[in-house]
């Protein structure tokens, strides 16, 4: 039995990647894509998101179901520096979209789907948590029914991607994440920038994949965001933040996790955003999240690339 999975994406380029190694996995029942603004519009993102499903000829086989087209209380933050106005770094711009996404919004199909499922829904987050605290304050037995749920977002022990201290999806609505993280999901694993920079795609793993349509997109796709993460950090390389979460859900080997418990700051002029973990259970509070503090990088890449070749 395939393991039964929604993905809640973003779709911007890292998105893009993790939907793709999904479908291309062969192990993932994919009950359907929820969609919600974060790297770029609503809008934007579901229609690369609808983009992508076409891309592997699978755009009539998993719906796709918008969500929020804002944070819960803040204004969005788009992130077009990294991903490109249009989402996909510039890729895909002539494909035109036939089939339109699925009546109703994101947070009801998240329930729907998780009931009908009960106890078999893996839910893969790679973008803002609203669809989800949406989700879970409109039915917070959702918690019980849910089998797991990853977070691609946060990061414990190092610095943040939007502000020193943020990871970019809990930095867009950190009142979200408060609400998924303290709504007792008893099965949370975050997968933070402690790990998912480790994750790292370069030109010479591109190439590894051979010549075909998905290679030639995964090349132009990533080519702007290479650069850019070449001036921040010196490496030409494309960080795996949402394939990562994939991966977990692929084979939770991959990566060495702790329970600790986690919090998100939403009152602070500096740190809002902030995933704030109690190492040494300081707080006197049960653990609520499983903290992903390390991952077989080069395992994880191999089973990338051997999804994604040609
Ligand atoms: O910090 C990385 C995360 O923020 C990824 O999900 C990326 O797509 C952006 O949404
Ligand atoms: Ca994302």
């Known amino acids: 039995m395939k393991k039964k999975v929604i993905l809640d994406v973003d779709t911007g380029v890292d998105d893009a990647l993790a939907i793709l190694l999904a479908i291309r996995s062969g ?8 969609t919600v603004n974060g790297n770029v519009s609503l809008d ?39 991903h490109g106005s ?14 339109l996404p699925a009546h109703g ?15 078999d829904v893996t839910l893969i987050m790679t973008a803002p948590l609203t669809n989800l605290a949406l989700a879970v304050m409109k039915h917070p037995d959702l918690v019980h029914q849910v089998k797991e749920v990853i977070v691609m977002g946060g ?21 979200a994440a408060k609400i998924v993280f303290q709504a007792g999901f008893p099965a949370l694993t ?6 998912t920079r480790k994750a790292l795609l370069t030109d010479e793993h591109i190439q590894a994949l051979g010549d075909s349509p998905l290679s030639r997109y995964i090349k ?9 993460y070449y001036e921040r950090n010196g490496v030409r390389a494309c960080a795996l933040h949402d394939p990562l979460a994939v991966g977990v859900a692929l084979n939770k080997q991959l990566v060495t996790t702790h329970p600790y418990f986690v919090d998100v700051e939403t009152k602070s002029e500096l740190c809002d955003g902030q995933t704030v973990c109690d190492f040494q259970n300081r707080l006197l509070k049960e653990a609520n999240v499983h903290v992903c503090t390390d ?16």
């Open 27 to 34: 192990e993932l029942d994919i009950l359907g894509i929820t």
């Open 155 to 175: 990061v414990v022990q190092g610095f943040g991607n939007v502000t020193p201290t943020a990871e970019y999806n809990m930095y867009v609505d950190p009142e």
């Open 220 to 228: 132009e796709s990533t080519a702007d965001y290479m650069q850019r």
């Open 86 to 99: 249009d989402g996909l770094g510039g890729a895909l711009q002539d494909m035109q979209v036939d089939v």
């Open 44 to 82: 934007q993102a579901t229609q690369n998101t609808c983009k992508i499903l076409k891309l592997l000829g699978m755009e009539h086989e998993i719906p796709v179901v918008r969500g929020a087209n804002k944070p819960l209380m803040r204004a969005a933050h788009f992130e077009h520096r990294v």
């Open 190 to 195: 975050l997968v933070g920038l402690d790990v």
């Open 105 to 119: 919004h994101a947070a009801d199909f998240l329930v729907d789907q998780v009931r009908q499922h009960d106890g």
């Open 295 to 310: 991952v077989s990088a080069d395992e994880f890449l191999q089973l990338f690339i051997h999804a994604l070749r040609a």
